[in-house]
């Protein structure tokens, strides 16, 4: 995130601290290696992810309303890369 985002850094470890409220570390962990493996280490790719992963419920509860809708369609375009 530091090397692709460094003037975000801090507001991206505050948000995964919210995060790890929710999921689990192996579930973060398995988000972490995604984003790795498609080389794009930010908040919204590893939230999509797992609310492609997990569901809307454990989502809504992190991720503001206002933003919602911007992750939901990044968690359909992985959704669609994984499944084709």
């Known amino acids: 995130m530091r090397n692709q985002k460094p003037r975000f850094v801090y507001d991206q470890c505050s ?3 919210r995060m790890m409220k929710y999921y689990s570390e192996e579930e973060i962990n398995k988000g ?3 984003c790795l ?3 794009i280490c ?3 790719e590893l939230s999509s992810f797992l609310l492609y992963k997990h569901g809307e419920a ?3 509860k992190y991720i503001h309303s206002h933003v919602f809708k911007a992750y939901k369609k990044t968690a359909d375009r992985i ?3 994984i499944n084709g």
């Open 15 to 17: 948000r995964l601290k």
């Open 32 to 34: 972490m290696e995604y």
């Open 37 to 39: 493996e498609k080389n």
């Open 42 to 44: 930010t908040m919204m």
């Open 58 to 60: 454990k989502a809504r």
């Open 79 to 81: 959704r669609e890369e």
